[in-house]
């Protein structure tokens, strides 16, 4: 997967993810500082900083940070994300772009609260919706309960660890606005992070008060047989 972002004053940077690569390689010492665990860890974090040297998180953050830190995120920006055969394309603010591919960052990372989301990434949706986003992750939950119980593995229905996954998820973004706080000079990979912590936060409102904002694409499934 690749993002490409072409800016108003004609230059052009890309990113690519590589979702089969699982973990990144060990934590270069040429890494800045808000990159290593112990700099502001989450609090829930159950990483050993003196065994694990990178947060998997910020690791994965370092070059998009480096290269847009000084990127207001009002800018706008031309955005062609290249993945599954597809060419998808947006003209959009750089913090709604950079939302998108953090979304996609963090849940490749490797963190231990975000591995879940890893089958989300693989069928990641650029610039997704809180209807999409909320559709997506009841999608793959459920579905990842029922391969489980083709394993003989005992399968969440009530979709209690999705929730706490969302939990989980809420606080990684909360303690990686902190790092990116000292990281970046403007302010556009913290307003992306802002926004997809607002996803976040509305997929989790949806599952613990779900109101029925999917129910009008599933009406033909509430008629009786």
Request: aromatic letters at 10%; proline letters at 4%.
């Amino acid at each position: 997967m690749r993002y490409e972002f072409a800016f108003p004053d004609g230059h052009r940077w890309s990113h690519q993810v590589n979702l089969a690569e699982g973990e990144q390689g060990p934590c270069s010492q040429a890494l800045p500082d808000w990159v290593r665990l112990g700099f502001q860890q989450c609090s829930h974090c159950p990483l050993d900083a003196r065994q694990v040297a990178c947060c998997p998180f910020a690791r994965a953050l370092a070059q998009p940070v480096e290269v847009l830190a000084h990127s207001p995120s009002y800018e706008e920006v031309n955005v062609t994300v290249f993945w599954r055969g597809r060419e998808i394309r947006q003209h959009t603010t750089l913090q709604r772009a950079l939302g998108s591919l953090l979304g996609v960052l963090g849940a490749a990372c490797g963190c231990p609260h975000t591995r879940l989301l890893k089958a989300m990434a693989w069928f990641h949706w650029p610039f997704s919706t809180s209807t999409e986003t909320l559709y997506r992750a009841l999608g793959t939950y459920l579905l990842g309960q029922h391969l489980r119980l083709q394993r003989g593995l005992t399968a969440d229905w009530s979709m209690a660890g999705l929730r706490d996954i969302y939990r989980n998820l809420r606080l990684v973004n909360l303690g990686m606005a902190g790092r990116l706080r000292a990281a970046a000079e403007e302010d556009s990979s913290l307003n992306g992070l802002v926004l997809l912590d607002l996803l976040a936060a509305d997929t989790l409102y949806s599952l613990d008060s779900y109101d029925g904002e999917l129910d009008e694409y599933f009406a033909d499934f509430f008629e009786e047989e």
